[in-house]
């Protein structure tokens, strides 16, 4: 059984850093490809980034492009975000997603993503 557990959130400033932290259990994590969504209630859910599951590719939204990285350290089976200069926008209910499949390629799209964590909310401050 898969299970997605992010934290990390909170009320925050605009500017600044803040790191994401999304852990895994129920199979292998290092297999799989991670992505990152946010939803603001009233809007549709958004795509933010996503990771291979090496690693050593990542491709990011353009609204997040140049503030936002993501990583991963499969030996502590977990996913981070890190978020830097924080802006209101940015304010959303964050969730880490993963693939059923192993080695899936690294998708922008909610629909190539099987399992989702419970979110963490990150509300910017202005």
């Known amino acids: 059984q898969v299970q997605l557990v992010e934290s990390g959130g909170g009320l925050v400033q605009a500017g600044g850093s803040l790191r994401l932290s999304c852990t895994a259990s129920g199979r292998t994590f290092s297999r799989f490809t991670m992505g990152w969504f946010r939803q603001v209630p009233g809007k549709e859910r958004e795509f933010v980034a996503g990771i291979r599951w090496t690693g050593d590719y990542t491709i990011y939204a353009d609204s997040v492009k140049g503030r936002f990285t993501t990583s991963r350290d499969n030996d502590k089976n977990t996913l981070y975000l890190q978020i830097n200069s924080r802006k209101s926008e940015d304010t959303a209910v964050y969730y880490c997603?993963?693939?059923?499949?192993?080695?899936?390629?690294?998708?922008?799209?909610?629909?190539?993503?099987?399992?989702w964590g419970q979110g963490t909310q990150v509300t910017v401050s202005s």
């Open positions: 997603a993963t693939t059923a499949s192993p080695f899936a390629r690294v998708s922008d799209e909610g629909k190539d993503y099987d399992y």
